[in-house]
Nanobody
Framework: QVQLVESGGGLVQAGGSLRLSCAAS????????MGWFRQAPGKERDFVAA????????DYADSVKGRFTISRDNAKNTVYLQMNSLKPEDTAVYYC???????????????????WGQGTQVTVSS
């Protein structure tokens, strides 16, 4: 059974940085594109960033472009989200997810991803 486990969340001041990690097990991780999403209280789950199975292409939401970087290490079955210049509006639970279909680009829709991790809280204070 596939499992995704996020880590690295926490409390940080505005302007600070955090690096989230998502460790995968139980499937050929290297053949699946991966995504990061976030959900603030009372809001829908929003796309943050995604990366192809090879790591050769990435996509970012406009709100994080230039501040966040998604990357992956297939040898470690891990995908990362480096978050710099954090803002209070970045506060949310962050989820990683794997594409439903191997080698396919899953894009920005949450419906194209399964499974999901349990989420990690990121809180940015002003």
């Amino acid at each position: 059974q596939v499992q995704l486990v996020e880590s690295g969340g926490g409390l940080v001041q505005a302007g600070g940085s955090l690096r989230l990690s998502c460790a995968a097990s139980g499937r050929t991780f290297s053949r699946y594109s991966m995504g990061w999403f976030r959900q603030a209280p009372g809001k829908e789950r929003d796309f943050v960033a995604a990366i192809t199975w090879s790591g050769g292409y990435t996509d970012y939401a406009d709100s994080v472009k230039g501040r966040f970087t998604i990357s992956r290490d297939n040898a470690k079955n891990t995908v990362y989200l480096q978050m710099n210049s954090l803002k209070p509006e970045d506060t949310a639970v962050y989820y990683c997810a794997a594409a439903r279909v191997s080698t396919a680009w899953a894009g920005r829709s949450p419906n194209e991803y399964d499974p999901w991790g349990q989420g990690t809280q990121v809180t940015v204070s002003s």
